[in-house]
T-cell receptor
Framework: GAGVSQSPRYKVAKRGQDVALRCDPI?????LFWYQQALGQGPEFLTY????????KSGLPSDRFFAERPEGSVSTLKIQRTQQEDSAVYLC?????????????FGPGTRLTVL | DAKTTQPNSMESNEEEPVHLPCNHS???????IHWYRQLPSQGPEYVIH???SNVNNRMASLAIAEDRKSSTLILHRATLRDAAVYYC????????????????FGKGTKLSVIP
């Protein structure tokens, strides 16, 4: 079946612009995670959802970042007034549930470059 | 969260076995050992996980030390497609509330496969 998809795959923004990154999880997966990966580093947690509820947003780096999943399926990560330090790959992952035995399935990521 | 320590990089010849080590000396009794890998320009993908006993699947084997303070991911015959960054991750086996469900990545081990 289809995996996790993300769009756009690449985004170039001028400093100060707002951007919206979309994630389509695997159908039926109730848990959805966002990670940020800087060049040469491992992914770092941003936030996660269980259905439409955002249960943890402790990893969001500033109040310019927010995420939503209004119908418990597609999720959008929005970054307002982008800064150069926001340049990174943004990864979305979904899983059947939050239990430890559930593997997370990752999308290909969106590479954001802020000029 | 308990930390893991991995070598920054390793090399292997194609079609030879590869042993990727991971140290986790502060592991707790309920921590599961998970391995993910990330191929170039892709999101991470699940490889294998275990608690105490050695585990095998179609991708790899996981050997866990008796004291659980270290583990080894074994690729039985490395192929060029196995060139990736391999991450060893500990996950709590019980529900501990918010903050327990995301994956905490380190820098991983970059595996190069030589033809």
């Amino acid at each position: 079946g289809a995996g996790v998809s993300q769009s756009p795959r690449y985004k170039v923004a001028k400093r100060g612009q707002d951007v919206a990154l979309r994630c389509d999880p695997i159908s039926g997966h109730v848990s959805l995670f966002w990670y940020q990966q800087a060049l040469g580093q491992g992914p770092e947690f941003l936030t996660y959802f269980q259905n439409e509820a955002q249960l943890d947003k402790s990893g969001l780096p500033s109040d310019r970042f927010f995420a939503e999943r209004p119908e418990g399926s597609v999720s959008t990560l929005k970054i307002q007034r982008t800064q150069q330090e926001d340049s990174a790959v943004y990864l979305c992952a979904s899983s059947r549930g939050l239990e430890t035995y559930n593997e997370q399935f990752f999308g290909p990521g969106t590479r954001l470059t802020v000029l | 969260d308990a930390k893991t320590t991995q070598p920054n990089s390793m090399e292997s010849n194609e079609e030879e076995p590869v042993h990727l080590p991971c140290n986790h000396s502060t592991i707790s009794g309920t921590d599961y050992i998970h391995w993910y890998r990330q191929l170039p320009s892709q999101g991470p993908e699940y490889v294998i996980h275990g608690l105490t006993s050695n585990v095998n699947n179609r991708m790899a084997s996981l050997a866990i030390a008796e004291d659980r303070k270290s583990s080894t991911l074994i690729l039985h015959r490395a192929t060029l497609r196995d060139a990736a960054v391999y991450y060893c991750i500990l996950r709590h086996g019980e529900t501990l509330g918010a903050g327990s469900y995301q994956l905490t990545f380190g820098k991983g081990t970059k595996l190069s496969v030589i033809p």
